[in-house]
């Protein structure tokens, strides 16, 4: 049974900064990229940032670049999401996807391409 648990949700004030964590079990996902995903109320869910493997490729969301790191711990089976200068319009729950298929170590901002999802954790931003 694969499982990915997000966690480091919570409130904050516009400018500041919280790490996201997702830990993966039940496989080892080390030759897989993986990603974050956001849903807002009301909107789609949409893609923040993506990591290959070995962490040496990233891809980010245009809203996300310059603000968000995305990072792997492939023995820990863990990705974090760094955000910082946090804008009230980065509310939403955030979720940690593994990418599945032929092409699973491919990056991608296609949520279709994704296979595993955590039950998201929710990231508040105040004005």
């Known amino acids: 049974q694969v499982q990915l648990v997000e966690s480091g949700g919570g409130l904050v004030q516009a400018g500041g900064s919280l790490r996201l964590s997702c830990a993966a079990s039940g496989r080892t996902f080390s030759s897989y990229a993986m990603g974050w995903f956001r849903q807002a109320p009301g909107k789609e869910r949409e893609f923040v940032a993506a990591?290959?493997?070995?962490?040496?490729?990233?891809y980010y969301a245009d809203s996300a670049k310059g603000r968000f790191t995305i990072s792997r711990d492939n023995a820990k089976n863990t990705v974090d999401l760094t955000m910082n200068s946090l804008k009230p319009e980065d509310t939403a729950v955030y979720y940690c996807?593994?990418?599945?298929?032929?092409?699973?170590?491919?990056?991608?901002?296609?949520?279709?391409?994704?296979?595993?999802w955590g039950q998201g954790t929710q990231v508040t931003v105040s004005s």
């Open positions: 990591i290959t493997w070995s962490g040496g490729s990233t």
């Open positions: 996807a593994v990418k599945g298929g032929s092409y699973a170590y491919i990056l991608s901002r296609s949520h279709e391409e994704y296979a595993y």
